[in-house]
């Protein structure tokens, strides 16, 4: 979350056996992430429409970019109302991680 999403992708970076991410709010306003070209897992970014603290259209240009590399799928959720803490809007962000995760730990999942 936040600055820890930006640790995670970091560490992500350095670990070739991570399989996959959760990055809720990265604070792509504040920090480059252009280190993560190529980005080596598939993942999901969640982000709240109403984040004054981490914008929108920053986390918007972050996901365009991730999702033109090759061999990754990128999922984006968008949290309507929700602030950067996601303030009355927790469970919706709750929920959001939790179909991507039964998703991705399906037996059926398309991404590996």
Do not use: W
């Not at 480059?32 to 993942?43: E, T, V």
């Not at 429409?49 to 972050?62: H, I, N, S, W």
């Not at 950067?84 to 991404?111: G, K, T």
């Amino acid at each position: 979350y936040s600055f820890g999403a930006l640790i995670g992708m970091q560490l992500l970076m350095r670990r070739p056996e991570i399989r996959g991410f959760i990055s809720v709010a990265p604070p792509a306003n504040m920090y480059d992430f252009s280190f993560l070209a190529p980005c080596p897992a598939s993942g999901i970014i969640v982000q709240g429409t109403a984040d004054t603290v981490v914008t929108q259209g920053a986390v918007d240009k972050l996901v365009e970019k991730l999702r033109t590399q090759k061999h990754i799928t990128i999922h984006y959720d968008l949290v309507p109302r929700a602030n950067h803490f996601f303030e009355n809007e927790m469970q919706d962000m709750m929920l959001a991680v939790d179909n991507y995760l039964d998703m991705r730990l399906s037996p059926d999942c398309p991404i590996k």
